[in-house]
T-cell receptor, first 114, second 115 residues
Framework: EAQVTQNPRYLITVTGKKLTVTCSQN?????MSWYRQDPGLGLRQIYY???????DKGDVPEGYKVSRKEKRNFPLILESPSPNQTSLYFC?????????????FGPGTRLLVL | AQTVTQSQPEMSVQEAETVTLSCTYD???????LFWYKQPPSRQMILVIR??????QNATENRFSVNFQKAAKSFSLKISDSQLGDAAMYFC????????????FGTGTLLAVQP
């Protein structure tokens, strides 16, 4: 089954404690991206990757890091989480082929930073 | 910069009736894509329908159809024969047709379906 998986699905942490949210896709997609969803703001892009070892900032990259060492994985790293990073996070992936550019979303990770 | 506006924070419809959700966008590009995503209480993002800007014909997927007005930069979603399972948050999204697959989302419309 084609899918994007994220782990963990729910996470409660404290300010300053480093954490990683994993994302993996099994569709051999080149493009992967992280979004955060906040009430009244919709989804906003944090970082994206066009392929292995190619990453770039989205609209709200402050406080986040990413890496793309393998095509299937795109982890999101919060080196020193703060309460304003409490949010719902989505990983998404898509092919860069014109005919298959629909983005597939993971199930979401709900993060609470105390 | 491209923006997407959904002016209806909440909408309500009776079961079996038709409802239209509004979306406008701003762009200077001519090549782009538009999407409607559904987010039920599970929070999963589910693609409902997509429209390529170069296509004049409005997209249709079963009970879901769009009214795409390119000159007016309007992209509304019509849900016919509404069902209880249609209750969800609906997001309109824009994607530039260039190299990046970045989606720009509206703020969403919460749709309630009354039995």
């Amino acid at each position: 089954e084609a899918q994007v998986t994220q782990n963990p699905r729910y996470l409660i942490t404290v300010t300053g404690k480093k954490l990683t949210v994993t994302c993996s896709q099994n569709m051999n997609h080149e493009y992967m991206s992280w979004y955060r969803q906040d009430p009244g703001l919709g989804l906003r892009q944090i970082y994206y990757s066009m392929n292995v070892e190619v990453t770039d900032k989205g609209d709200v990259p402050e406080g986040y890091k990413v890496s793309r060492k393998e095509k299937r994985n795109f982890p999101l790293i919060l080196e020193s989480p703060s309460p304003n990073q409490t949010s719902l996070y989505f990983c998404a992936s898509s092919s860069l082929s014109t005919e298959q550019e629909t983005q597939y979303f993971g199930p979401g990770t709900r993060l609470l930073v105390l | 910069a491209q923006t997407v506006t959904q002016s209806q924070p909440e909408m309500s419809v009776q079961e079996a009736e038709t409802v239209t959700l509004s979306c406008t966008y701003d762009t200077s590009e001519s090549d782009y894509y538009l999407f409607w995503y559904k987010q039920p209480p599970s929070r999963q993002m589910i693609l409902v329908i997509r429209q390529e800007a170069y296509k004049q014909q409005n997209a249709t997927e079963n009970r879901f159809s769009v009214n795409f007005q390119k000159a007016a930069k309007s992209f509304s979603l019509k849900i016919s024969d509404s069902q209880l399972g249609d209750a969800a948050m609906y997001f309109c999204a824009y994607r530039y047709g260039g190299a990046t697959n970045k989606l720009i989302f509206g703020t969403g419309t919460l749709l309630a379906v009354q039995p």
